[in-house]
C-alpha cells in the first residue's frame, strides 16, 4: 500500500468528523447528530449548517444526550452522539453502557479531543482511559483512526455497522498518510503497512505516523521493523498480530492513551492465547497528563518518533 510520511498535509480527525456527517447526510435522511454545546470544537457545526434539522444540541447534559440518542434509535433513526473523550466515556459511561450497549442500540458515539494531544486543556480533559473503558462493554466495537483517509472512512462504516460504536477522535492535526483512492476501511482488519522481520511495531490513532517514522530510523541502523495499524481496538484483529507475532519474535505496541486497558492490554492478551511473545507497551504510564501545547506533551511522554526509536532500542 503507497502511504505518504512526508507530513507536508496535516488535517485534524475532528474535521474528518464533521466532513464525513455531511456526506453521509446527503444521502442519508435517518442520520441524526448530536452533541453537547461543543458544536464548533466536535465539528459537528459543520452538518448543524447542513442539514440544521437533524442536528440536536442537547446543551452540558452528556448523560441526557445519550439517553435521547438511544430513544432515536429505537424510532429507526442513526445517531452520533458527540462530545469529547472525558465526557462521552468518562461522563456518561454508565448511559452507554445501560442504555446504550445492554439492548445494543444503533448508536454511535464520536469521542473528539482524546489523549494528551488535548494540550493546554490539561490533565482533567486529556482522556487517557477511553479505549480501556469502552472495549470491555459487551457489544461495543471501538474504532480509533489514524489519519483524515481512515477517519472518514471508520465515519462511513460506523454508520453502515448494525449495532453501538465507540470513535476515537482527536484535536491535533496530524499527517495525512494514506491514499484515498486505494484506501480500505474494514471494522477489525488491521493493516501491515511496512513488512519487516525483527520486530513488530502494532500502533493506533495519531501513534501509527509517529510508528513509521520509528522504523524509518530504525531502518537506518539495519533493524528491520514491520509496522501494523490497528484501527480497530475491538474487535481486535488477532490473527493477523499473531501472525506477525509469530514472525518476528518481538512486539512493541503504541498508543496514545494509558498502558492499562488499551492497544497494549488488548495485543497482550491475544498473544497470551494464541502466540506468547516478548512485548513492549509504549504509551501513558500509569499517571495523568498535563498542562503543555500537544506536541511537548507528545514529547515529554516519548510518544514522538525519537521517543518511540529510543525505547525500541533500549528494548531490543
Known amino acids: 500500500m503507497k502511504i505518504d510520511l512526508s507530513g507536508n498535509t496535516k488535517i485534524a480527525t475532528r474535521d474528518s468528523y464533521g466532513n464525513a456527517l455531511v456526506e453521509i447526510g446527503k444521502e442519508h435522511p435517518e442520520l441524526v447528530v448530536l452533541d453537547a454545546d461543543l458544536a464548533g470544537a466536535t465539528k459537528t457545526s459543520t452538518f448543524k449548517k447542513a442539514f440544521p434539522e437533524r442536528h440536536i444540541d442537547c446543551g452540558i447534559a452528556e448523560a441526557d444526550m445519550m439517553g435521547i440518542a438511544a430513544g432515536l434509535a429505537t424510532c429507526g433513526k442513526v445517531p452520533f452522539a458527540s462530545s469529547f473523550a472525558m465526557f462521552a466515556a468518562g461522563r456518561a459511561y454508565e448511559q452507554v453502557r445501560n442504555s446504550i450497549a445492554h439492548t445494543g442500540l444503533n ?135 499473531a501472525k506477525s507475532a509469530a514472525k518476528t519474535g518481538k512486539v512493541v505496541t503504541v498508543e496514545e492513551h494509558s498502558l492499562i486497558g488499551g492497544l497494549y492490554g488488548a495485543v497482550c492478551e491475544s498473544l497470551a492465547k494464541n502466540a506468547p511473545t516478548k512485548v513492549l507497551g509504549i504509551g501513558v504510564e500509569d499517571r495523568y497528563g498535563k498542562s503543555g501545547s500537544a506536541k511537548a506533551l507528545i514529547k515529554e511522554f516519548g510518544l514522538d518518533a525519537e521517543g518511540i526509536y529510543n525505547k525500541i532500542k533500549a528494548f531490543i
Open 107 to 241: 448508536v454511535k458515539v464520536a469521542a473528539t479531543h482524546a489523549g494528551i494531544s488535548v494540550g493546554e486543556d490539561g490533565a482533567t480533559h486529556q482522556c487517557v482511559e477511553d479505549l480501556a473503558l469502552m472495549r470491555v462493554i459487551p457489544k461495543m466495537t471501538v474504532l480509533s483512526p489514524a489519519d483524515d483517509v481512515e477517519a472518514r472512512a471508520a465515519i462511513w462504516a460506523a454508520f453502515r455497522h448494525d449495532g453501538p460504536v465507540y470513535i476515537r477522535l482527536g484535536r491535533l492535526a496530524v499527517p495525512v498518510i494514506y491514499d484515498e483512492a486505494e484506501y480500505k476501511f474494514e471494522i477489525g482488519k488491521g493493516i501491515v503497512l511496512r513488512e519487516g522481520t525483527d520486530l513488530t511495531i502494532i500502533a493506533t490513532g495519531l501513534e501509527v505516523y509517529e510508528s513509521l517514522m520509528a522504523a524509518e530510523k530504525l531502518a537506518e541502523e539495519g533493524i528491520s521493523a514491520e509496522v501494523i495499524n490497528i484501527h480497530t481496538i475491538k474487535p481486535l484483529d488477532e490473527e493477523l498480530i
